[in-house]
């Protein structure tokens, strides 16, 4: 009769288990990417908000004015230009969708890595009207040398 109790208990066990990634498995689904969790699949980043529409984009009711949501791969960065509205604050959100990549304003005291499965933020205010531009600064392949983007406050 001991064999029919530990019986139970492995079944019992084994239903727990999988009550548990069932949940763990629904809650994963419903959560957006950027809110409140900073891992994102990397293979699927593009197809997960914000990542999926690159750029910058007009927020309200929020401490600044404007998202800048970046999206980097070997070797270029989404979007490859971007022009800012004088004297806005910008969230700069970003990413990598296959290596290290870095996002550095050289002249500022904006420098990321961008890490693939996390998601790098710097807030910035672009007082100044004049250009910017974005380079990588950690090595990522032939490619490096050439991985830019720019930024033009207008
Ligand atoms: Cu990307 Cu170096």
Not at 24 to 52: C, M, W
Not at 54 to 61: A, E, F, I, N, T
Request: with cysteine; aromatic share 10%; net charge positive.
């Amino acid at each position: 009769k001991y064999e029919k109790l530990w019986l139970k208990v492995g079944i019992s066990s084994l239903v727990i288990f999988l009550t548990i990634l069932m949940i763990t498995g629904l809650h994963n689904g419903h959560t957006p990417a950027a809110s409140g969790r900073d891992y994102v699949n990397p293979d699927k980043v593009d197809q997960i908000e914000p990542f999926n529409k690159p750029g910058l984009h007009k927020v309200s009711g929020k401490d600044y004015d404007y998202e800048l949501v970046i999206l980097a791969s070997a070797f270029n960065y989404q979007p490859g230009k971007v022009e800012i509205p004088k004297g806005s604050k910008v969230k700069i959100i970003a990413t990598s969708k296959d290596t290290l990549h870095g996002f550095s304003l050289p002249g500022t005291n904006v420098n990321m890595m961008l890490e693939p499965g996390h998601i790098s933020e710097y807030y910035k205010t672009f007082n100044e009207k004049r250009e910017y531009l974005i380079i990588c600064n950690e090595y990522c392949g032939i490619g490096h040398a050439d991985m830019k983007s720019m930024i033009k406050v207008v």
